[in-house]
């Protein structure tokens, strides 16, 4: 079982930064995927970035690649997205997402954070 709770999220402006935070709990962190999802309103969920154990492998979505950033650190439970330049249609609920076996596919995760709202608004 994997317990996680994302942080970091908020109000800004068009071409500012965010960095979320998922803190997990509850098992081995450093031998499982992490990813990041997000679902606007009337739309569904869709993958964002995810990353291998090690850090070492990432994977982006076309929407947020040169703009985002994942990463992780194991020794603090811990994974981050830096994001940089936002837009207005980064606005959405931002999941973390733990375990997964195809890294952009959010049905292949197990375990879940309760989201954390991002609102890129002028």
């Known amino acids: 079982q994997v317990e996680l709770v994302e942080s970091g999220g908020g109000s800004v402006q068009p071409g500012d930064s965010l960095r979320l935070s998922c803190l997990a709990s509850?098992?081995?962190?450093?031998?499982?995927?992490m990813g990041w999802f997000r679902q606007a309103p009337k739309k569904e969920r869709e993958f964002v970035a995810a990353?291998?154990?090690?850090?070492?492998?990432?994977f982006y979505s076309d929407a947020v690649k040169g703009r985002f950033t994942i990463s992780r650190d194991n020794a603090k439970n811990t994974a981050y997205l830096q994001m940089n330049n936002l837009k207005f249609e980064d606005t959405a609920v931002y999941y973390c997402a733990a375990d997964g076996r195809e890294p952009t596919l959010a049905i292949s995760y197990d375990y879940w954070g309760q989201g954390t709202q991002v609102t890129v608004s002028s």
């Open positions: 990353i291998g154990w090690s850090g070492h492998t990432t």
């Open positions: 509850g098992r081995t962190f450093g031998g499982i995927t």
